[in-house]
């Protein structure tokens, strides 16, 4: 999608810090951490956000989880949130479905 700023890392068009990359997948460490390890998992698909799967997309949201637990386990992190954003009230400020793994550190429930 041409306006994506995610697509864009996937293209290549803008670079990344990249963690992980498979052919359905790509990971890269967020570009404001709000955590000693921030990553996040965005599938190659544009799929602007949750509210728009379908169960056609069962395959690939649950992949994403899957590499969720690859890189955690990669990294040796056994303690992590695994958070995703739906909509601007929730804190979405990129339309492409992306999974922030958020860890190393104590983190409080629940959140504000
Ligand atoms: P959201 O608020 O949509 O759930 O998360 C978007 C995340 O993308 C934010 O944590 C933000 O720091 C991160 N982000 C936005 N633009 C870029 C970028 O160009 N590169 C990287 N690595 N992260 C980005
Ligand atoms: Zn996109």
Redesign the pocket.
């Known amino acids: 999608m041409d306006d994506c700023?995610?697509c864009k890392?996937i293209d290549g068009e803008?670079p990344?810090?990249k963690v992980y990359e498979d052919e359905t997948f790509l990971a890269?460490?967020?570009?404001?951490?709000?955590a000693p390890t921030?990553i996040?998992i965005i599938p190659k698909k544009h799929i602007p956000k949750i509210s728009d799967i379908t169960e056609s997309d069962n395959e690939l949201i649950g992949g994403l989880f899957t590499a969720a637990a690859k890189i955690c386990k990669e990294k040796s992190l056994s303690d992590f949130r695994l958070?995703?954003?739906n909509g601007e009230d929730a804190?979405?400020?990129?339309?492409h479905i992306?999974l922030?793994i958020i860890g190393g550190r104590s983190m409080e429930w629940p959140p504000g």
């Open positions: 700023i995610f890392i803008i990344s810090d890269f460490n967020d570009v404001n951490p709000q921030h996040l958070v995703i954003n804190g979405q400020t990129v339309f992306h922030h």
